[in-house]
């Protein structure tokens, strides 16, 4: 399931993944994601994971990936919060291949995350 984390400055948004995660799930990202994109023409998008990527179905992959696709040009920052070292090395390195930019952060700095996403602060 993913649902929208409150109480974040509105030049961005964050959800937060928990259990499985199927193509469903994304409407309400999607949604928001187009609100954004329309109010502020960037993309500054946070991704809490409280689940394994393997958490997440195959519908719900091609939902990602066509949510990149579909705003590959306004993506400005982007952070998966996880405390899989994995999915923070595949994050960073994503950065090199996509518009905008892309970080991992452990959950003990989510609060980093946020300011970094936000664009409260350029602190890497």
Not at 8 to 24: L, S
């Amino acid at each position: 399931m993913i649902v929208q984390i409150p109480n974040v400055p509105d030049t961005m948004v964050g959800f937060r993944a928990d259990g499985e995660v199927t193509k469903e799930d994304f409407e309400i990202v999607k949604k928001r994601v187009e609100e954004l994109v329309e109010k502020t023409g960037k993309l500054n998008y946070l991704l809490f994971l409280d689940n394994s990527p393997k958490d997440f179905t195959l519908g719900a992959w091609i939902q990602d990936a066509l949510l990149g696709i579909n705003n590959i040009a306004k993506w400005n920052r982007a952070a998966i919060v996880s405390d899989s070292e994995s999915v923070i090395k595949f994050t960073d390195l994503f950065s090199k291949v996509m518009p905008g930019e892309f970080k991992g952060y452990p959950k003990a700095e989510y609060e980093q995350a946020v300011n970094w996403v936000s664009e409260r602060t350029d602190q890497k």
